[in-house]
Structures are given as C-alpha cells and as structure tokens.
C-alpha cells in the first residue's frame, strides 16, 4: 500500500475514533440530536473522512469498490456546505450502522486485525 493511501485510511480511523467516542454514552438518535456538541463534533470528522477519501488514489479506490466512497465524499460536502438540510436520524444510522463496517475494512487494510 502507498504511504499516501496508510495516511489517508489512518487519517479515517482518527476520526471514526472520535465519533465513536462522542457518541458512546448515547444510545438513540433522539439523544444524538439533543446533544448539540456530539453532533457538531461528528460531523465535522465526517468532513475529515470526506477530505482523507479524497486523498486515497483511483486505483485504491477502484480495487476497493465494496465501500461507497461516492456516498462518503457526498457526505462531506453535505455536511460542509448544506449543514442546514442534515437530516440528524440519517446521520446517527450511519453513525451506528455504516462507521462499524468502514473502521473494519480500514483495520483490514492497515492489517490491524
């Protein structure tokens, strides 16, 4: 693996980290909207995911198609520039449902399993 495609995938992990960390004592989206500071500070390290997709090659990419890295970048530039018309229920689904998966295939790739 290239050393820009370890930073950008270990640049992800950093930030799935922290989402995980802001939202481990939360246990509904109802909890996850009300908690203004978790939610801002997720956010924010999807755009960082967003910007470390950015920086994976094509080729990384395209050898790796099981992860929607179109959906990823799409949802950095939602939440960048369209912060207004997020919908908070769909943020805590991938939160709990998407980000488990994608820290796993990072770890593969990084050989930390």
Same mark, same amino acid.
């Given at each position: 693996m290239s050393k820009s495609n370890e930073?950008?995938?270990l640049s992800m992990l950093e930030a799935i980290d922290k989402i995980h960390r802001f939202t481990a004592d939360l246990n509904s989206w109802e909890a996850f909207k009300d908690d203004e500071e978790s939610f801002d500070a997720c956010l924010m390290n999807f755009v960082v995911i967003g910007e470390?997709?950015?920086r994976?090659?094509?080729? &990384?990419?395209?050898?790796?198609?099981?992860?929607?890295?179109? !959906?990823?970048?799409? &949802?950095r530039?939602?939440?960048?520039?369209?912060? &207004?018309?997020?919908?908070t229920e769909e943020v805590w689904d991938i939160v709990t449902n998407k980000?488990?998966?994608? !820290?796993? &295939?990072?770890?593969? !790739?990084l050989n930390m399993t």
């Open positions: 930073l950008a995938l470390a997709v950015l994976l090659e094509p080729s &990384f990419i395209e050898t790796n198609s099981v992860i929607e890295w179109h !959906k990823i970048k799409g &949802f530039n939602l939440s960048a520039h369209d912060y &207004f018309g997020i919908d980000i488990p998966s994608l !820290k796993a &295939f990072i770890q593969e !790739k």
